[in-house]
């Protein structure tokens, strides 16, 4: 889930069926749903109906409640654990993301 890659990528990667790799990736979607997402996910401190209300005056998307993005971000070669900072690119970098509200104020960043 982490990589973004497709199910018969990993599939392949780890000589398992499509079907497995899925039932995997839903068990593990639903437990951090039921478990995790009720302790980590918390509203902004305004009122939880007014951000989707605000995201569909901006830019008419019904039902936001924030926007994710990432971006990787070049840095100089790390001398210890290297192999940690090099990205699908070959580059050398950190991984960003964000979560923004309408009016673009910041929600949630890690680095």
Same mark, same amino acid.
């Given at each position: 889930m982490g990589m &973004?890659?497709?199910?018969? =990528?990993?599939?392949?990667?780890? &000589?398992?069926s499509k079907a497995t790799v899925h039932c995997c990736i839903k068990? /593990?979607?639903?437990?951090?749903i039921h478990t995790l997402l &009720?302790?980590? /996910?918390r509203w902004p401190?305004?009122?939880?109906?007014a951000i989707p209300q605000l995201f569909m005056r901006t830019a008419n998307f019904p039902r936001i409640a924030g926007i994710v993005d990432?971006?990787?971000?070049? =840095?100089d070669?790390?001398?210890?654990?290297?192999?940690?900072?090099v990205d699908r690119n070959g580059d050398h970098s950190i991984n =960003?993301? /964000?979560v923004c509200g309408s009016n673009i104020e910041f929600f949630y960043a890690s680095a």
């Open positions: &973004g890659s497709q199910y018969h =990528i990993n599939a392949d990667a780890h &000589g398992l068990r /593990v979607c639903n437990i951090l &009720g302790e980590e /996910v401190a305004a009122p939880a109906l990432g971006l990787l971000i070049k =840095i070669a790390q001398h210890n654990n290297e192999g940690a900072f =960003i993301m /964000v």
